[in-house]
């Protein structure tokens, strides 16, 4: 039986171990694990945090469980061993008390972090303007807005280092979608005719992968988007250059990015219709009956 335990122990390890490599095979699995920026940095010491709380109840379970196991086997004449013994005061108030304790203490911990870094409100520490960006989530694609600069793309996007970036975020012709940076921070998800905010900081120049992870068609999994964190000059080097885009948004282009597409490459837009963010989140807020707003939508030649 002992031999038995050891070796499903060894399996059930042995398996953890693997998925753990596996997910090294993709930088963006990694997540928390491996932070670019303040509010992922404290996600992951939330985690690590309660991770170590939670332990201190588990570990002596599983301790106890195999000492218990090998302590009192049949082949074992224990002299502690009390087949009458029913109930002690001590131990009872040990395994309830401890338990409640570390639950209150994770409450309040997390109830604190949560409020602390709620997803509307500013990252603390950073007191400088924030850069705004609008991003609409469109089938099966981003679509990134720069309305300080009448600029936008496609499926990239470009901050700057150890700025707060204020994002702005809906959904046009596609249903509900999760716009999630997991090396930056803080999933939200978005509806159409709604806008949700994100305030992220990035602290380390790299380029990591954004996505939507929340089911929203065929193309879902393909909703992937690179995110170039570079210095404020190349930042400024980088406008310079997206204003020079043969390629303008107008109401026909972005009419265009309402058909459904898949692994869009990235696309770079000089000129933006003005308020489009506004537009589109009033067009279903304003919309009435049962039709879709985009029902009417041309077709695609």
């Given at each position: 039986?002992?031999?038995?335990?050891?070796?499903?122990?060894?399996?059930?390890?042995?398996?953890?171990?693997?998925?753990?490599?596996?997910?090294?095979?993709?930088?963006?699995?990694?997540?928390?694990?491996?932070?670019?920026?303040i509010v992922a940095f404290e996600e992951r010491k939330l985690f690590f945090n309660t991770l170590a709380l939670m332990l201190i109840v588990v570990l002596p379970v599983i301790i106890m469980s195999f000492t218990f196991v090998y302590h009192y086997q049949?082949?074992?004449?224990?002299?502690?061993?009390?087949?009458?013994?029913?109930?002690?005061?001590?131990?009872?108030s040990l395994w309830w008390g401890i338990p409640c304790v570390i639950i209150v203490v994770l409450a309040l911990l997390t109830w604190k972090k949560t409020h602390e870094y709620d997803p509307f409100n500013k990252v603390t520490g950073y007191n400088q303007?924030?850069?705004?960006?609008?991003?609409?989530?469109?089938?099966?694609?981003?679509?990134?807005?720069?309305?300080?600069?009448?600029?936008?793309?496609?499926?990239?996007?470009?901050?700057?280092?150890?700025?707060?970036?204020?994002?702005?975020?809906?959904?046009?012709?596609?249903?509900?979608?999760?716009?999630?940076?997991?090396?930056?921070?803080?999933?939200?998800?978005?509806?159409?005719?709604?806008?949700?905010?994100?305030?992220?900081?990035?602290?380390?120049?790299?380029?990591?992968?954004?996505?939507?992870?929340?089911?929203?068609?065929?193309?879902?999994?393909?909703?992937?988007?690179?995110?170039?964190?570079?210095?404020?000059?190349?930042?400024?080097?980088?406008?310079?250059?997206?204003?020079?885009?043969?390629?303008?948004?107008?109401?026909?282009?972005?009419?265009?990015?309402?058909?459904?597409?898949?692994?869009?490459?990235?696309?770079?837009?000089?000129?933006?219709?003005?308020?489009?963010?506004?537009?589109?989140?009033?067009?279903?807020?304003?919309?009435?009956?049962?039709?879709?707003?985009?029902?009417?939508?041309?077709?695609?030649?």
């Amino acid at each position: 039986m002992i031999a038995r335990m050891r070796k499903n122990s060894v399996t059930i390890a042995a398996s953890c171990l693997a998925i753990l490599l596996l997910t090294g095979c993709s930088t963006h699995l990694l997540g928390l694990l491996n932070p670019k920026g303040i509010v992922a940095f404290e996600e992951r010491k939330l985690f690590f945090n309660t991770l170590a709380l939670m332990l201190i109840v588990v570990l002596p379970v599983i301790i106890m469980s195999f000492t218990f196991v090998y302590h009192y086997q049949a082949s074992h004449r224990t002299k502690d061993y009390k087949p009458n013994w029913s109930h002690s005061f001590f131990l009872e108030s040990l395994w309830w008390g401890i338990p409640c304790v570390i639950i209150v203490v994770l409450a309040l911990l997390t109830w604190k972090k949560t409020h602390e870094y709620d997803p509307f409100n500013k990252v603390t520490g950073y007191n400088q303007s924030s850069m705004v960006i609008q991003v609409i989530a469109l089938p099966w694609k981003w679509l990134f807005i720069y309305p300080e600069h009448h600029i936008a793309t496609i499926n990239y996007l470009v901050i700057p280092i150890d700025q707060q970036i204020e994002y702005w975020i809906t959904t046009d012709n596609v249903p509900m979608s999760a716009f999630f940076i997991p090396q930056l921070g803080s999933q939200i998800y978005t509806m159409t005719g709604m806008r949700s905010r994100l305030h992220l900081v990035a602290t380390q120049i790299g380029v990591y992968d954004g996505m939507n992870t929340q089911f929203n068609g065929n193309g879902f999994s393909d909703m992937h988007f690179a995110v170039n964190v570079v210095t404020p000059e190349k930042m400024q080097q980088w406008l310079n250059e997206t204003k020079k885009s043969p390629l303008h948004l107008t109401d026909q282009a972005y009419n265009e990015l309402l058909h459904p597409t898949i692994n869009d490459k990235p696309k770079f837009f000089s000129g933006i219709p003005n308020n489009l963010f506004e537009n589109v989140v009033n067009t279903y807020m304003n919309s009435t009956g049962t039709a879709h707003p985009r029902s009417n939508l041309p077709r695609k030649e």
